[in-house]
T-cell receptor
Framework: TQLLEQSPQFLSIQEGENLTVYCNSS?????LQWYRQEPGEGPVLLVT?????EVKKLKRLTFQFGDARKDSSLHITAAQPGDTGLYLC???????????FGSGTRLSIRP | EPEVTQTPSHQVTQMGQEVILRCVPI?????FYWYRQILGQKVEFLVS????????KSEIFDDQFSVERPDGSNFTLKIRSTKLEDSAMYFC?????????????FGQGTRLTVV
């Protein structure tokens, strides 16, 4: 079974704090995506990482792809209430394959 | 900004009825997907479609499901005889091949309720 495990499942922190969420698998991916999903809406693509060890930044969000291309992390600096949402990682095994999703990390930022 | 559009946004149907969910992928994309998400659960892959044929399908995508690209713009998912457990959000996605990277862009979804 192809699995992407995300941790933690839930995270509630105070505004201004930093946080890291993780996405792990025993499989090697050709690329890994991070999405954000609001209730009742479709996943919105945040970033794609392709190269082992790659780091991408999107304002206060930093995404890293593991050296072995099996895992990834999302770090948020100085979290804001607007960061509240469901963060999903998703991996693809090749350039023309399906994407499989992790179960998500539900993030809540308290004002 | 180009986006994937899905219709209808909500569909209520009686058990045993056929439903067709419609999607207009991003115009220059060549690879299309259907996913579903049962309330509170993860996003699950159903099927991928390229060059007018199914590329890959999951165990969920049984004989009750079919996909079609009836013209140059629409991509549809048909469920022939709906069951209660088909109630879910159904998402269409599309990807531009040729970049060497799979980046799927998702529509807003169709909420299907089978009663």
């Amino acid at each position: 079974t192809q699995l992407l495990e995300q941790s933690p499942q839930f995270l509630s922190i105070q505004e201004g704090e930093n946080l890291t969420v993780y996405c792990n698998s025993s499989s090697v991916f050709s690329s890994l995506q991070w999405y954000r999903q609001e209730p009742g809406e479709g996943p919105v693509l945040l970033v794609t990482v392709v190269t082992g060890g790659e780091v991408k930044k999107l304002k206060r969000l930093t995404f890293q792809f593991g050296d072995a291309r099996k895992d990834s992390s999302l770090h948020i600096t100085a979290a804001q209430p607007g960061d509240t949402g469901l963060y999903l990682c998703a991996g693809a095994y090749s350039s023309a394959s399906k994407i499989i999703f992790g179960s998500g990390t539900r993030l809540s930022i308290r004002p | 900004e180009p986006e994937v559009t899905q219709t209808p946004s909500h569909q209520v149907t009686q058990m045993g009825q056929e439903v067709i969910l419609r999607c207009v992928p991003i115009s220059n994309h060549l690879y299309f997907y259907w996913y579903r998400q049962i309330l509170g659960q993860k996003v699950e892959f159903l099927v991928s479609f390229y060059n007018n044929e199914i590329s890959e399908k999951s165990e969920i995508f049984d004989d009750q499901f079919s996909v079609e690209r009836p013209d140059g713009s629409n991509f549809t998912l048909k469920i022939r005889s709906t069951k209660l457990e088909d109630s879910a959000m159904y998402f269409c996605a599309s990807s531009a091949l040729g970049t060497g990277v799979t980046e799927a862009f998702f529509g807003q979804g169709t909420r299907l309720t089978v009663v």
